[in-house]
């Protein structure tokens, strides 16, 4: 009866959720996953919360001690002595840009893989300068949503040794982008293929 009445009414239209909404709600969602805590990296140090931040969407750490968790359940009680984070594997997770402030003041953290993560893209890229003063190997592989412009931001991590780049749909010309990169980073080896990364787990 409601409804037989609303559609008398000039100019009504009864919302209908599209694309573009259902977009933006797992933006939010995705956003609210990943955004830094400032409280809890004051309480806890920012190289738990940078693991809480991995491990909660999905992703892969390793200790300087070696040890390796990739369950958020795993992680140490919050009273023991915070442990700091050498390896980042974001391979299948749900990582974004949003979270890569985390990465500020972990300053054990040399290698970061992003593999296969739907959320990569240039701004999480650019993120990346959040770790630059300790990051010497990162890998960039298989995410759709990365492109030239945001291959060429990693120019900043001026400490980079080794970085691998591969299966990358939307860069126009690797080449290129390689070429333009080993301009700025002389000292880095980029290269192809699957990192070992992916095999520690």
Known sequence: MLLSRLSV???FKPFTP???????????VNMMFNKPDP???KLLGPDRACAEWVLRNGGKVVWTNGLACADYNLLPPENQKTLQIAELDATDSGISHYGFPHLTGCTALWKIILHNASY???RALMGLAY????LTYVEVSKCLNVTDSGLKELKVLEKLKTLVL???ESVNNLDECKHYLQQHLPKCKIEDGASEMNQQF
């Open 166 to 168: 591969f299966n990358l």
């Open 39 to 41: 409280d809890r990296i």
């Open 131 to 134: 770790g630059k003063s300790a």
């Open 9 to 11: 009414i000039p100019h």
């Open 120 to 122: 990569i893209d240039n």
């Open 18 to 28: 599209t694309l573009t909404h259902n977009r933006g709600f797992w933006e939010f």
